[in-house]
């Protein structure tokens, strides 16, 4: 079992539709989580993080978490041609000296006109 | 977040040579973290990077292969030492920032070994 799970699609959503990207994680010890979004060809951009059960909303963008079921996603409000990127989950786990963030394969999403 | 920068952006290198890539960050920080994304695949950590002291590495990667420097809080080095053609990647720097911590990216070395 991957450490963090994500279906790598293309997930493809229409224009202003909610685009949902889903993330298993399987490590319990778990604290903190992070969605980041990649153009092609560019470096990872921090677009939200969430550490509390709940949701947390930014904008656009609401992050989900569930501890209990280890699941965290995001969500997308009227999507837009230039939200179309792959993004990342990823999970972070304190070792006692350092933390260290694991990441998924990503989920690419292709928003349409 | 600080603005970190790489360097080079990408080179194209013969097996059995070495590549330093360099990450510069505009404010001292504590953590840095060398990451390796190879094609269509996410990120996988490398090592992170000590200042003053020997770089912790990651499971299946050692220091001989990718040796690591860290003069100072605002820069660190990475080899990629006798290279071939898997060695063909990203190779990303992070930093820990912000409030809370959180990791930031640098622009990527893109290398491609022939």
């Known amino acids: 079992q991957k450490e963090v799970e994500q279906n790598s699609g293309p997930l493809s959503v229409p224009e202003g539709a909610i685009a949902s990207l889903n993330c298993t994680y399987s490590d319990r010890g778990s604290q903190s989580f992070f969605w980041y979004r990649q153009y092609s060809g560019k470096s990872p951009e921090l677009i939200m993080f969430?550490?509390?059960?709940g949701d947390k909303e930014d904008g656009r963008f609401t992050a989900q978490l569930n501890k209990a079921s280890q699941y965290v996603s995001l969500l997308i409000r009227d999507s837009q041609p230039s939200d179309s990127a792959t993004y990342l989950c990823?999970?972070?786990?304190?070792?006692?000296?350092?933390?260290?963030?694991?990441f998924g394969t990503g989920t690419r999403l292709q928003v349409t006109l | 977040s600080a603005v970190i920068s790489q360097k080079p952006s990408r080179d194209i290198c013969q097996r059995g040579t070495s590549l330093t890539i360099q990450c510069q960050v505009d404010s001292q920080v504590t953590m840095m973290f060398w990451y390796r994304q190879q094609p269509g695949q996410s990120l996988t950590l490398i090592a992170t990077?000590?200042?003053?002291?020997?770089?912790?590495?990651e499971s299946g990667f050692v220091i001989d292969k990718f040796p690591i420097s860290r003069p100072n809080l605002t820069f660190s080095t990475l080899t990629v030492s006798n290279m071939s053609p898997e060695d063909s990647s990203i190779y990303l720097c992070?930093?820990?920032?912000?409030?809370?911590?959180?990791?930031?990216f640098g622009p990527g070395t893109r290398l491609t070994v022939l």
């Open positions: 992070s930093v820990v920032g912000g409030v809370p911590d959180t990791q930031y």
């Open positions: 990823a999970v972070e786990r304190f070792t006692g000296t350092a933390s260290k963030l694991t």
């Open positions: 990077a000590n200042q003053g002291s020997e770089a912790t590495y």
């Open positions: 969430i550490y509390s059960n």
